[in-house]
């Protein structure tokens, strides 16, 4: 029987198309309305020169990043996600799966000044990935994450534990994803035992909407 995980990464290469014209043709509100900007100012904010986009998908940070004259390099798993970063005009995008990057098995640089993952951190061990980046920072440097909000993706059962995302809604064909909710106290545990101390917490919101679109955390190296 396939585990979570294996399930997500087939998932993802199934999806992996679908995924690119949803995001290029801005089929999900909540990241036209809400979060992409949210990312995009946290990064802003630190005014880093260089950026390491992990879990980039198909690119469209990086280049808004190279737009502002920042130097924004990117690392996803997936084939198809990266050649189209790629030929979108990311100028270096590296493809290594979450395994390969725990085992420093690609080099992907390092001495960033921020490393982000937006709505990347989908499994479950997230903590061996957390400390492989805690690794690639410069000092001072800092890691944002954006993910969904556990309050409002738990939908009354808050609790760790896989859930899934059936794409209800979307155009196209696409297959059930798995994903691994965790509670606001988890996500800042697995940090915390990462080497990492939570220094930002934001919950980007509509002003139309009484719910939290996403949770955006800020991490930094321990002292």
Request: aromatic share 6%.
């Amino acid at each position: 029987m396939s585990s979570p995980e294996s399930i997500l990464l087939q998932s993802w290469q199934h999806n992996a198309q679908a995924w690119i014209e949803a995001v290029r043709g801005g089929a999900i509100d909540s990241r036209v309305q809400v979060t992409d900007r949210a990312i995009l100012l946290a990064i802003l904010g630190r005014q880093p020169e260089r950026v390491l986009d992990l879990g980039c998908g198909e690119g469209w940070l990086l280049r808004v990043l190279a737009e502002r004259g920042i130097t924004a390099v990117g690392v996803d798993g997936d084939a198809t996600l990266v050649q189209a970063a790629r030929a979108a005009g990311a100028a270096t995008v590296h493809l290594a799966t979450y395994e390969q990057l725990v085992e420093a098995a690609v080099d992907i640089g390092r001495d960033y000044e921020l490393i982000c993952a937006n709505f990347a951190l989908l499994h479950q061990d997230i903590i061996p990935l957390l400390a492989a980046m805690h690794a690639l920072l410069a000092p001072a440097g800092a890691l944002v994450i954006q993910t969904l909000h556990p309050w409002v993706a738990a939908a009354g059962d808050y609790q760790d534990g896989w859930r899934e995302e059936t794409f209800a809604g979307f155009k196209g064909q696409w297959q059930p994803m798995p994903w691994y909710m965790r509670t606001l106290s988890s996500w800042i545990n697995a940090l915390d035992m990462a080497g990492l101390r939570l220094t930002g917490l934001q919950e980007p919101q509509h002003p139309q909407s009484a719910m939290p679109q996403s949770l955006l955390l800020v991490a930094e190296q321990q002292r």
